[in-house]
């Protein structure tokens, strides 16, 4: 009996096509979405993976014109109103203010510095929102994929059960099928969970160190404008 049965499973195909196209419409849905929360995931991944490093790199040429001895104005001037990276923005923001404070006479606008800081931290703040943008949805996959995976599961055993019932046999071939189309919506929701959480904690840190880099910039900068300010009072 028990050869019978294992000769019987042996004539079903358990290959990922055959389980999902023999899957109910509901576990199938889950697949689906599973499927496509992973390929979102990595296609943020990638996409990350390519504006850090980019990011790095623009950082690095920066802060070399930066600290090259180039006038400030004159390195403004380069840039103008378009600027390209993350360092420039700051910069930009900080010596639009800084000239804007300066009345037609030459004296300073009383204030200059706290609008310089304010409006360098509000391109800080626009520079970590995109530097984090997507990074939710990682943490989102990683966080909820499982559990839609193990709804496909339960969703899947439900219908084998109800197989074996309506077929009153409980041998490997009648059992087989189901679980296994069951256990295909798991190992999806996984295969979608554990990527996302990796890169996640991965690319967050990437995001906190090049928002630092930024921060400690904007700080820098701020004193050489405060040290010019003292000097035109």
């Known amino acids: 009996m028990e050869t019978e049965a294992l000769a019987a499973a042996e004539q079903f195909d ?9 899957a109910t419409i509901t576990v199938q849905l889950v697949m689906l979405v599973l499927l496509a929360s992973s390929f979102w995931s990595w296609s943020i991944i990638v996409q990350k993976f390519i504006n850090y490093r980019k990011s790095r790199r623009d950082n690095a040429a920066f802060e070399e014109s930066f600290w090259s001895g180039e006038p400030l104005d004159e390195l403004y001037e380069r840039i103008g109103d378009a600027p390209t990276s993350y360092p420039e923005r700051v910069f930009v923001a900080g010596m639009a203010e800084w000239r804007r404070s300066h009345r037609s006479d030459g ?15 509000v391109s800080l703040g626009r520079v970590s929102d995109e530097l984090n943008k997507g990074l939710i949805v990682l943490a989102t996959t990683g966080a909820i994929a499982p559990f839609v995976g193990l709804f496909g599961t339960v969703w899947g055993i439900m219908n084998a059960f109800k197989e074996i019932a309506n077929q009153q046999s409980t041998n490997l071939a009648v059992v087989a099928p189901g679980i296994a189309e069951a256990l295909l919506a798991t190992a999806l929701g996984l295969l979608a969970a554990i990527p996302a959480v990796v890169f996640y904690n991965k690319l ?16 820098e900068f701020s004193m050489i404008l405060s040290r010019q300010l003292d000097r035109s009072e």
């Open 107 to 121: 004296g300073l606008i009383a204030g200059a510095q706290s609008r310089i800081d304010r409006a360098m931290n």
């Open 14 to 22: 358990f290959s990922i096509m055959s389980l999902f196209a023999r």
């Open 204 to 219: 967050s840190g990437d995001a906190d160190r090049l928002t630092a880099e930024q921060e400690v910039f904007a700080d």
